[in-house]
């Protein structure tokens, strides 16, 4: 099992920026990649970025340019630099890790989620 906790979420005026954190715990050595999913009121829970063990990332369009994801030195760790924010970008935001098991097998864990509000 693995616990994820977020911080960093809050208002912020839109072209703002904001820093999410997410710190994994548990069993973290089964983690294979991780990400940051956003789900606005009315709407579905969407995938924003994820980054993978190696490095490799892979962000939606509507995010490229101004946000960034990356790890933390202390394995399990990930962060979302969010920058130029819209009001678009409100929602809650929810960080996820992956074990890949194998192709046809993964589990996906989340965290409770912490809330982003960009005013205009």
């Known amino acids: 099992q693995v616990q994820l906790v977020e911080s960093g979420g809050g208002l912020v005026q839109a072209g703002g920026s904001l820093r999410l954190s997410c710190a994994a715990s548990?069993?973290?050595?089964?983690?294979?990649?991780m990400g940051w999913y956003r789900q606005a009121p009315g709407k579905q829970r969407e995938l924003v970025a994820d980054?993978?063990?190696?490095?490799?990332t892979n962000y939606k369009d509507f995010v490229k340019g101004r946000f960034t994801i990356s790890r933390g030195n202390a394995k399990g760790t990930v962060y979302l630099q969010m920058n130029s924010l819209k009001p678009e970008d409100s929602g809650y935001y929810c960080?996820?890790?992956?074990?890949?098991?194998?192709?046809?097998?993964?589990?996906?864990?989340w965290g409770q989620g912490t809330q982003v509000t960009v005013s205009s």
């Open positions: 960080c996820n890790a992956q074990n890949r098991v194998s192709p046809d097998e993964e589990y996906d864990y």
């Open positions: 548990g069993s973290i050595f089964s983690i294979d990649a």
């Open positions: 980054i993978t063990n190696s490095g490799r």
